[in-house]
């Protein structure tokens, strides 16, 4: 199978770990798709992704010491495969795993995917567990050396091990098995443990093998520049950046990565800047409260901005039932949205301290796009030459009218160069 048929254009869709962290349940994750169904389906968002610990029986119930308990319980089944944990997804019992689920998930034309750390769980290593296929036991192709240093609950594996590549085969022949479409694949990109760039590989040979469209995104970052075609032969999403949040210093940051990783996006591969935490957030560290994020709301547009003339999949953050009226109308800016399947050679054209300008083309529709961001604290008039646009493979301005997507506002310039006034923080973007 070409996993670049997976995901022609960037991924769309939502992730529980910016709001619910370890604790997401199954009626979260329905009431949730209920609502990416009715109310932002038809503006290309269709993935639902459960994040990490879905596994673990007491998730949560130390999360004022730990995020992760040190050692805790893990359910699985005899060939030390994960299960999801039976009491907050009811429909698992019985060993149905994530099946009836991902059924419910599908039912509404939507997509269903789930966090996975690389490895095997350190539970099924110290009770010498079998594997599928195998007399070789779990303690076997664990690698005790290679650890992850922020959760305690797997192993690498032995990648010189025959058996290490088929307790992968298994592990991902039994997600084709419940339909899961999305794999995010943690402690992997940015390779901390040696085995790390081997396990990429066997991740991809056992999705090729299980025969099932998954598309595979890889956590955390920062993603190696040196390894861009490495991640594209093997996966479909790679992060640029550590865990993002809403914090203006990050985002200031992400026009560096993003710059760094232009040109590297392409039908099926995409450089990941991570979530969106827009809306309702509780976060995952200490005292977890439903809040605000803490992002304005042209920090917002900023945001959005960026990661769509970019071309990052785009993956929402936010607890999505009641969502208020300014971030469902961010994320359903048709206009905006198009930029992800249809713009093409984005780049920075140029960064200051104070500013940057992007630009991209599309030339299915002809159209050509500036966006000016204004890193200010206040208010300022941010310029650009039009005609720079036009370099590489853009489109050149012959006059006319250009309209400014968020406002749908509608400007014509008489000459090759544009001013226009960005609020602090903020974004205006055009077509042409």
């Not at 995917?113 to 303690?139: C, F, K, N, S, Y």
């Not at 890889?218 to 809403?246: C, H, Q, V």
């Not at 392409?266 to 803490?294: A, H, Q, S, W």
């Amino acid at each position: 199978m070409n996993k670049n048929e997976f995901a022609p254009t960037p991924p769309m869709g939502w992730n529980s770990y910016d709001y619910y962290c370890t604790e997401i349940n199954e009626a979260q994750v329905r009431e949730n798709a209920e609502f990416m169904a009715k109310y932002l389906k038809p503006y290309g968002w269709e993935y639902v992704v459960i994040d990490i610990q879905w596994y673990a029986p007491d998730a949560g119930t130390q999360s004022e010491q730990f995020q992760y308990i040190p050692f805790g319980r893990l359910v699985m089944d005899e060939y030390s495969r994960l299960l999801p944990d039976p009491v907050r997804f009811p429909s698992a019992a019985g060993g149905k795993g994530f099946k009836p689920l991902a059924d419910y998930i599908h039912s509404l034309g939507l997509k269903f995917g789930i966090h996975v750390m690389r490895g095997i769980p350190r539970q099924a290593a110290h009770e010498h567990m079998g594997l599928l296929g195998t007399d070789v036991r779990a303690d076997q192709i664990a690698d005790p050396a290679s650890i992850c240093f922020w959760n305690p609950d797997f192993y690498g594996v032995r990648p010189g091990m025959p058996e290490s590549q088929m307790y992968y085969d298994s592990v991902y022949a039994l997600y084709a098995e419940w339909g899961i479409d999305f794999i995010k694949c943690d402690d992997i990109c940015r390779e901390d443990a040696a085995s790390a760039h081997a396990e990429i590989e066997m991740i991809h040979k056992a999705i090729d093998k299980a025969g099932y469209p998954m598309v595979l995104s890889l956590s955390p970052g920062p993603a190696k520049i040196t390894e861009a075609e490495f991640y594209a032969e093997n996966a479909n999403m790679w992060r640029i950046t550590d865990d993002f949040w809403d914090s203006w210093p990050l985002l200031k940051d992400m026009f560096r990565r993003c710059e760094l990783w232009q040109g590297k996006t392409k039908p099926g591969c995409y450089p990941d800047c991570d979530m969106l935490p827009v809306g309702k957030i509780g976060g995952c560290f200490g005292n977890r409260v439903e809040r605000d994020t803490g992002f304005t709301k042209d920090e917002q547009i900023t945001m959005m901005t960026l990661w769509c003339i970019f071309g990052a999949p785009l993956m929402i953050g936010a607890k999505m039932p009641g969502m208020d009226e300014f971030t469902l109308k961010l994320l359903t800016n048709a206009d905006v949205l198009h930029m992800l399947n249809h713009a093409k050679n984005a780049r920075q054209l140029e960064r200051t301290e104070e500013h940057a300008i992007w630009t991209a083309y599309d030339p299915e529709n002809d159209h050509g796009y500036i966006a000016m961001f204004n890193f200010a604290d206040e208010e300022r008039a941010v310029n650009c030459w039009i005609f720079q646009a036009a370099m590489d493979g853009g489109k050149m301005y012959e006059g006319g009218p250009i309209t400014e997507l968020w406002s749908g506002e509608e400007l014509t310039y008489r000459s090759g160069g544009m001013t226009t006034l960005v609020p602090a923080h903020g974004a205006r973007l055009f077509r042409y």
